[in-house]
Nanobody, 122 residues
Framework: VQLQASGGGLVQAGDSLRLSCTAS????????MGWFRQAPGKEREFVAAVLWSGGSSYYADSVKGRFTISRDNAKNTVYLQMNSLKPEDTAIYYCAARAGATSSRYREYDYWGQGTQVTVSS
Protein backbone atom coordinates (compact mmCIF):
# COMPACT_ATOMS: atom_id res chain seq x y z
CA VAL A 1 0.00 0.00 0.00
CA GLN A 2 1.36 3.40 -0.99
CA LEU A 3 -0.05 6.38 0.87
CA GLN A 4 0.06 9.96 -0.32
CA ALA A 5 -0.82 12.72 2.12
CA SER A 6 -1.76 16.18 0.97
CA GLY A 7 -3.57 19.33 2.03
CA GLY A 8 -1.08 20.86 4.41
CA GLY A 9 -0.17 24.52 4.37
CA LEU A 10 0.41 27.72 6.29
CA VAL A 11 -2.63 29.06 8.12
CA GLN A 12 -3.45 31.38 10.98
CA ALA A 13 -4.66 30.32 14.40
CA GLY A 14 -8.36 29.60 14.30
CA ASP A 15 -8.37 28.57 10.65
CA SER A 16 -9.24 25.17 9.21
CA LEU A 17 -7.51 22.70 6.95
CA ARG A 18 -8.48 19.35 5.52
CA LEU A 19 -5.79 16.78 4.98
CA SER A 20 -6.26 13.91 2.57
CA CYS A 21 -4.50 10.60 2.37
CA THR A 22 -4.98 8.63 -0.82
CA ALA A 23 -3.90 5.04 -1.12
CA SER A 24 -2.77 3.16 -4.17
CA UNK A 25 -1.60 -0.35 -4.86
CA UNK A 26 -4.25 -1.95 -2.70
CA UNK A 27 -7.63 -1.13 -1.34
CA UNK A 28 -7.59 0.22 2.20
CA UNK A 29 -11.12 -0.91 2.90
CA UNK A 30 -9.92 -3.53 5.37
CA UNK A 31 -7.28 -1.38 7.03
CA UNK A 32 -7.54 0.80 10.06
CA MET A 33 -6.20 4.23 9.23
CA GLY A 34 -4.45 6.71 11.47
CA TRP A 35 -3.05 10.19 11.44
CA PHE A 36 0.08 11.05 13.37
CA ARG A 37 2.15 14.19 13.61
CA GLN A 38 5.69 15.10 14.44
CA ALA A 39 6.93 18.52 15.44
CA PRO A 40 10.63 19.44 15.30
CA GLY A 41 12.54 17.86 18.15
CA LYS A 42 9.57 15.83 19.31
CA GLU A 43 8.48 12.26 18.96
CA ARG A 44 5.79 11.24 16.55
CA GLU A 45 2.44 11.44 18.28
CA PHE A 46 -0.97 10.01 17.65
CA VAL A 47 -3.69 12.31 16.37
CA ALA A 48 -6.65 10.20 15.27
CA ALA A 49 -7.60 6.79 13.97
CA VAL A 50 -10.59 5.23 12.26
CA LEU A 51 -11.65 1.64 11.89
CA TRP A 52 -11.80 0.06 8.44
CA SER A 53 -15.58 0.47 8.35
CA GLY A 54 -15.51 4.09 9.42
CA GLY A 55 -17.85 3.18 12.23
CA SER A 56 -15.44 3.82 15.07
CA SER A 57 -12.87 6.53 15.53
CA TYR A 58 -10.90 8.05 18.33
CA TYR A 59 -8.69 11.01 18.98
CA ALA A 60 -5.85 12.33 21.04
CA ASP A 61 -7.12 14.54 23.84
CA SER A 62 -5.27 17.49 22.37
CA VAL A 63 -7.39 17.46 19.20
CA LYS A 64 -10.69 16.06 20.45
CA GLY A 65 -13.56 18.31 19.48
CA ARG A 66 -11.48 20.15 16.86
CA PHE A 67 -10.37 17.41 14.46
CA THR A 68 -12.47 14.84 12.64
CA ILE A 69 -11.17 11.77 10.86
CA SER A 70 -13.26 10.18 8.14
CA ARG A 71 -12.78 7.84 5.24
CA ASP A 72 -14.23 7.10 1.84
CA ASN A 73 -13.31 3.54 0.97
CA ALA A 74 -14.73 3.91 -2.52
CA LYS A 75 -12.12 6.62 -3.13
CA ASN A 76 -9.43 4.82 -1.14
CA THR A 77 -9.00 8.05 0.81
CA VAL A 78 -8.91 9.11 4.44
CA TYR A 79 -9.43 12.68 5.60
CA LEU A 80 -8.53 14.73 8.61
CA GLN A 81 -10.64 17.84 9.03
CA MET A 82 -8.85 20.23 11.33
CA ASN A 83 -10.75 23.16 12.78
CA SER A 84 -9.79 25.85 15.28
CA LEU A 85 -6.14 25.27 14.56
CA LYS A 86 -3.59 26.33 17.15
CA PRO A 87 0.13 27.09 16.83
CA GLU A 88 0.85 23.92 18.80
CA ASP A 89 -0.73 21.93 15.97
CA THR A 90 2.24 22.84 13.80
CA ALA A 91 3.91 19.63 12.65
CA ILE A 92 4.38 17.26 9.78
CA TYR A 93 1.26 15.12 9.54
CA TYR A 94 1.52 11.51 8.46
CA CYS A 95 -1.15 9.03 7.53
CA ALA A 96 -0.69 5.36 8.20
CA ALA A 97 -2.47 2.06 7.67
CA ARG A 98 -2.58 -1.18 9.59
CA ALA A 99 -4.44 -4.43 9.24
CA GLY A 100 -6.84 -5.04 12.07
CA ALA A 101 -8.04 -2.72 14.80
CA THR A 102 -7.18 0.90 15.30
CA SER A 103 -4.19 1.79 17.42
CA SER A 104 -2.57 4.89 18.85
CA ARG A 105 0.89 3.30 18.73
CA TYR A 106 2.76 4.33 15.63
CA ARG A 107 4.95 1.22 15.72
CA GLU A 108 1.86 -0.88 15.10
CA TYR A 109 1.20 0.66 11.69
CA ASP A 110 2.45 -1.14 8.61
CA TYR A 111 2.33 1.54 5.92
CA TRP A 112 3.14 5.23 6.01
CA GLY A 113 2.71 8.21 3.77
CA GLN A 114 5.43 10.80 3.23
CA GLY A 115 3.87 13.50 5.40
CA THR A 116 2.45 16.94 4.77
CA GLN A 117 3.52 20.07 6.61
CA VAL A 118 0.99 22.04 8.63
CA THR A 119 2.10 25.38 10.02
CA VAL A 120 -0.17 27.48 12.20
CA SER A 121 0.88 31.03 12.92
CA SER A 122 -0.33 32.96 15.95
Amino acid sequence: VQLQASGGGLVQAGDSLRLSCTASGRTISRYAMGWFRQAPGKEREFVAAVLWSGGSSYYADSVKGRFTISRDNAKNTVYLQMNSLKPEDTAIYYCAARAGATSSRYREYDYWGQGTQVTVSS
